[in-house]
């Protein structure tokens, strides 16, 4: 590391030097630092050659607009930002905090056949998530980002049982957002959360309506639109990363079409099923040679 980084600007050198206190020991023995393009202009970038496994690739942060999610096996290649998203603490946990402006805990009862149920549900918004292809590097774009209730459910809730590390609560996920804006149209929202969270800039023209499904049924059974829609670099306008006055801390990731598969086939990933239709309609598509 420190070989390589003596071709590097002194900026670039310290803030390699500082990255190597959390980065894996595999990953900074074959490392080389380049710049690259992030919201951050100095942010070192390590590539490695090393093996390992598909999950590990998820369980380190990745930041800036060119990460790659896994390559072909059996070599993986790497690249990793330093991470632009603070890692939460100071965990607080309230069982009866009050109203909430996005969930309603509710309580129905009804009669099935001869039988009186009773039955707990959640009240809460649809919602819209995007299938971004990126043409020109021909990858699917996913956002990273910090989802109290799998940390929740990971560590609280299964305190003793899992292993807590910086990864932890993280998840990828597609482009996506509440169906709660009054007068937008659910593909109005869908083309703001492109341009928020990746910096891409789409139209509702762009967008293709892929399908509908419900999601938690036993709990929620709101209603989630998954769309399709293509970007190239002409229509890049930010850093994306989410709205900062909204607290958001999302990293933009590529995962390459060509690492799909395997992707789809690591059991260990943190991911909501959404993202897992959509990639496997993707697939099918394009095995199909449909047009998207």
């Given at each position: ?28 023995r ?8 992030s919201r951050?202009?100095f ?18 942060p ?14 993986r290649?790497?690249?990793m ?59 699917i ?20 049982k ?14 996506a ?69 909204d ?8 995962l390459p ?24 309609w ?11």
């Amino acid at each position: 590391l420190a070989a390589a980084a003596a071709t590097a600007t002194a900026t670039t050198a310290t803030a390699a030097a500082a990255l190597t206190v959390n980065a894996p020991r595999a990953l900074l023995r074959s490392a080389r630092v380049s710049l690259v393009h992030s919201r951050f202009p100095f942010a070192p970038q390590f590539s490695s050659r090393a093996r390992v496994r598909p999950s590990n690739l998820l369980g380190v942060p990745f930041a800036g607009s060119s990460n790659e999610l896994a390559s072909s096996s059996p070599v993986r290649r790497l690249t990793m930002s330093a991470p632009k998203v603070p890692i939460p603490k100071d965990f607080e946990v309230d069982h009866s905090p009050g109203p909430s402006k996005y969930l309603k805990p509710t309580r129905i009862r009804f009669t099935q056949g001869e039988k009186r149920r009773t039955w707990d549900l959640v009240e809460s918004h649809d919602a819209v998530c995007i299938l971004v292809y990126h043409k020109e590097k021909d990858a699917i774009i996913l956002v990273r980002q910090f989802r109290p209730a799998v940390y929740y459910r990971d560590t609280i809730m299964e305190e003793g049982k899992t292993k807590v590390n910086q990864s932890t609560g993280f998840t990828l996920e597609l482009p996506a957002g509440l169906v709660d804006k009054d007068g937008k149209s659910r593909a109005q929202i869908a083309a703001e959360e492109v341009l928020e969270e990746t910096g891409y800039r789409v139209s509702t023209s762009d967008l293709k309506l892929v399908n509908k499904y419900r999601a938690s049924v036993g709990t929620m059974g709101s209603i989630h639109d998954v769309y399709y829609t293509e970007v190239n670099e002409s229509m890049r306008e930010g850093g994306g990363g989410g709205l900062e006055e909204d607290g958001e801390n999302i990293e933009v990731v590529f995962l390459p079409v060509r690492n799909i598969d395997a992707f789809l086939s690591d059991s260990e990933k943190v991911v909501p099923a959404g993202l897992l239709y959509a990639l496997q309609w993707f697939v099918s598509a394009k095995n199909k040679g449909s047009k998207l």
